[in-house]
Nanobody, 123 residues
């Protein structure tokens, strides 16, 4: 069973850079992907970035520019957020798709989710 545990969230001032981490266990790499999503209150879960098992990364076109996804083998996935702003205030989730049914930038492709880490950015 895949297990994901996020960390690194908190309350920060606008302009701060932060790094979210996701500890991954039980994931067997083959042709899947790991991704980061965020969900603000009253809004749908929004894709941010994904890293394929091959190492290729993609950042969603609507948020491109401030986010970098990386991983440490397949045990930890990171999301670097540059210059956080109030629109980044959300619950941030890590997800795993060992056999994605579609795009790795779509939430429905992911079978496993962490509990999330809260980020609050004040101006």
């Amino acid at each position: 069973q895949v297990r994901l545990v996020e960390s690194g969230g908190g309350s920060v001032q606008a302009g701060t850079s932060l790094r979210l981490s996701c500890a991954v266990t039980g994931y067997t790499p083959a042709s899947g992907c790991l991704g980061w999503f965020r969900q603000a209150p009253g809004r749908e879960r929004e894709p941010i970035a994904t890293i394929l098992d091959s190492g290729t990364t993609f950042v969603d076109v609507f948020v491109k520019g401030r986010f970098t996804i990386s991983r440490d083998n397949f045990s930890t996935v990171y999301l670097q957020i540059l210059s956080a702003n109030p629109s980044d205030s959300a619950m941030w989730y890590c997800a795993a798709a060992p056999r994605p049914g579609g795009s790795c930038l779509v939430a429905s492709s992911y079978a496993y989710w962490g509990q999330g880490t809260q980020v609050i950015v004040s101006s």
